[in-house]
């Protein structure tokens, strides 16, 4: 290494040696540099060690002794290109690695000094700093040009053939045209619920559903002026609440006793 090189020797310990800084110095070719030598490196501070921008740092200690945060103070000290080199005793290259890539400094390679008994690891602290602003071109994306669809009747299919249109009656059998014929079987049941076998009759019936025996009632002016409920009490309620039999269907609800009012449009004809 040429001379006038600015290095930085830390070291965990409290106290060092002048044989120590030089073998340090003399394995990582950093014979003729100015070094400055600072101890108990775990206690560094940011406002201690940044703005120095130096060529190169380096710095040892026990496993696991370069912590995320101390390699990022560490690596503030170094101006843009410059080099860090770690050297851990019983630790392994992978995790040095991996500790300086969260700290910043990607890149790192192992050093030719690393043995059996410590790890040596050498990063490069990138061109750019924090903060460093770059312009980027991004090229204006074309917008796609828009498919138009365009139908017509005399559209011809890939045979070239003329489509058709189907006649939905065609396609309708003879049985499908037919009236279905009503039987006891599929007739709806009305509100009385007697239509099929297994249905029952209302409770109080007295409309002759239960018997079998049903006929058909017609209204009087006697059961307008004093209506009464069947024995199913539900006449008065509405037509919601009748029988399809009912007498009153499609009379206003009422009081039993008290005479059904009739609006005066209720027996005019519609034209």
């Given amino acids: 290494m040429s001379g006038n090189r600015n290095v930085l020797a830390l070291f965990a310990s409290s106290t060092v040696d002048v044989n120590q800084v030089n073998n340090l110095a003399t ?50 000290a170094l101006h843009p290109g410059g080099q860090l080199t770690i050297i851990e005793s019983d630790a392994s290259v992978e995790d040095i690695s991996k500790r300086l890539l969260l700290s910043g400094l990607p890149g790192a390679t192992p050093s030719s000094s690393s043995n059996d008994i410590a790890a040596a690891v050498q990063a490069t602290k990138p061109t750019w700093d924090t903060g460093v602003r770059a312009a980027i071109s991004l090229k204006k994306k074309t917008p796609k040009a828009e ?13 070239g053939e003329d489509d058709e249109l189907v006649d939905e009656d065609a396609l309708l059998t003879e049985e499908d045209a037919q009236r279905p014929t009503i039987t006891a079987d599929n007739a709806a049941d009305d509100d009385c619920e007697v239509g099929t076998s297994g249905k029952k009759a209302c409770k109080n019936c007295t409309c002759g559903r239960a018997e079998g025996k049903m006929e058909e009632v017609k209204l009087t002016r006697e059961m307008l002026e004093n209506p009464k409920t069947g024995g199913c009490g539900s006449c008065g309620l509405g037509d919601a609440f009748r029988c399809a039999g009912c007498p009153y269907k499609g009379l206003p609800s009422f009081e039993e006793g008290k005479p059904i009012q009739l609006p005066p449009d209720f027996l005019a004809v519609d034209v």
């Fill in 27 to 76: 394995t990582h070719g950093y014979i003729e540099a100015n070094i400055t030598v600072a101890t108990n490196s775990g206690n560094i501070t940011e406002q201690q060690i940044a703005g120095h921008f130096l060529d190169a740092i380096l710095s040892t200690g026990p496993s696991g002794h370069h912590s995320v945060q101390l390699l990022g103070i560490i690596a503030k």
């Fill in 147 to 159: 498919t138009t669809w365009k139908i017509s009747l005399n559209d011809k299919n890939d045979g």
